[in-house]
C-alpha cells in the first residue's frame, strides 16, 4: 500500500473510531455517513480493514496515534490522582480544625464528640475487648445442675409434705 503524503479527514476519524473501539462495519458505515462524496465508491468494511492491517496504509500512523493517545490518557489519569490527592489532603486538613475548635465548645457533648472522634482518627477506633472464662460451663454440666435442682425440690416437697402430716 502506498504511504501517504497527509491524511484526510476521513482517515483521521477512521483513526478515532478504531482507537476508541469501533468495530471495522461500523467505521465504514460511519465514514459513508459523513464523507459520502470524499470517495466515489465510498467506503468499505474491507477498505477499512485494508487501511489497517499489516502493511495498510494506516498501519504504522496507527500505531503513533495509539501510541500518543495512551500516552495522552496516561497523564491525564495521573493529573487527576495528583489532584484527588491534595482535594483529599486539604479536606482532612480543614476537618480536623474543625474537630479542635469544637473541642472548645461550651457544650461537654460536643467536646467528647469531638475528642472522641479525633483519638479514633489519630489512634484508630478502640477494640472491644472480649474475654473468656476459661471456665465455662457445658450443656451436659447444665443439664446434670437442672436434674440435680429437680430432685432436691422435689425431695423439699416430700419433707414439707411428710412434716404436715405428722
Known sequence: MPKLKHLTEYHKKALELKY???PYQDIAEILNSQFEKSRK???TEQTIKD??????TLCEV?????????????ETIDAIKKAGVRIRE???RIANEILVALIG????????GAIRELLD??????????SIDEKHTTYEQ?????????????????KSAVGKSA
Not at 500505531?63 to 495522552?72: P, R
Open 51 to 56: 487501511w489497517f492491517k499489516e502493511s495498510g
Open 62 to 74: 496507527y500505531k503513533l496515534y495509539e501510541q500518543e493517545m495512551d500516552e495522552i490518557h496516561r
Open 121 to 130: 482518627r489519630v489512634e484508630g477506633k478502640p477494640k472491644e475487648v472480649i
Open 20 to 22: 476508541k473501539g469501533n
Open 90 to 92: 486539604q479536606n482532612f
Open 41 to 43: 465508491a465510498g467506503f
Open 142 to 158: 447444665i443439664i446434670r445442675e437442672l436434674e440435680r435442682e429437680q430432685q432436691e425440690y422435689k425431695e423439699n416437697k416430700e
Open 105 to 112: 465548645s461550651q457544650t461537654d457533648s460536643v467536646k467528647l
